[in-house]
Every structure is written in C-alpha cells, then in structure tokens.
Nanobody, 124 residues
Framework: VQLQASGGGLVQAGGSLRVSCAASGRTFSRYFMGWFRQAPGKEREFVAATSSSGGSTYYTDSVKGRFTISRDNAKNSLYLQMNNLRPEDTAAYYC??????????????????WGQGTQVTVSS
C-alpha cells in the first residue's frame, strides 16, 4: 500500500489543524493505521492509531483529549484532527499501515508501510 500524507502547516498555539493520509494499492481496510511524529534531533514517537475497522483507537498520553484519529475506509483515507495545539507538537507527522495487534500499536516496528512526512509547526 502506498501512503501520502498532507495537510500540515503553520498554526498558532491553541489552534487546530487536520492532517490526512491517502492510501492506494492494497486493500486499505485490512490495515491497522497509525500516526507518528518526529521532531528534529528526536526519535520518531507514536501519536495515535486505529484498528482496521476504526472501532478501536489508541493515543499517547500527551495528545489525549486534544487529537482525534479517524478513518474512512470507503475513501481509503486516514485523518488526525489536532486541536489546542502546543509548540511541543511541532514535528513531521507520518502515517503508517500494518497488520498490528492493539497492544503493539505504539511500536513503529509493527508498521510495514509509511508515508512521507507532513510538517506541522506550532508557534507560541
């Protein structure tokens, strides 16, 4: 499956942004999907994930209550709605796909396919 992330940009602290990931190729609905982010000089970190049906979602603690992951299997698309953004959310955001068990959603190694990053910059 090929993944294409988009929707990043520059936003002020407290603002909102939605990033999207368009999938093509193999059946999108088979895959567990995740969002990761990587800031300069830091390791890639888990942000959020959703099961293949969208029925289960997972978040890292720092974004709970502010970010919402969703997917539209009919449109082969994944989304991350980000509200109340903070400067520490600044990073390149990557979408990823894989056959993942929920307990392993947080591990980048569990994902087989990756999109290119889309930059999100939050100014203070």
């Amino acid at each position: 499956v090929q993944l294409q992330a988009s929707g990043g940009g520059l936003v002020q602290a407290g603002g909102s942004l939605r990033v999207s990931c368009a999938a093509s190729g193999r059946t999108f609905s088979r895959y567990f999907m995740g969002w990761f982010r990587q800031a300069p000089g830091k390791e890639r970190e888990f942000v959020a994930a959703t099961s293949s049906s969208g029925g289960s979602t997972y978040y890292t603690d720092s974004v709970k209550g502010r970010f919402t992951i969703s997917r539209d299997n009919a449109k082969n698309s994944l989304y991350l709605q980000m509200n109340n953004l903070r400067p520490e959310d600044t990073a390149a955001y990557y979408c990823a796909a894989g056959i993942v068990y929920g307990g392993a959603a947080y591990a980048p190694s569990q994902y087989e396919y990756w999109g290119q990053g889309t930059q999100v910059t939050v100014s203070s």
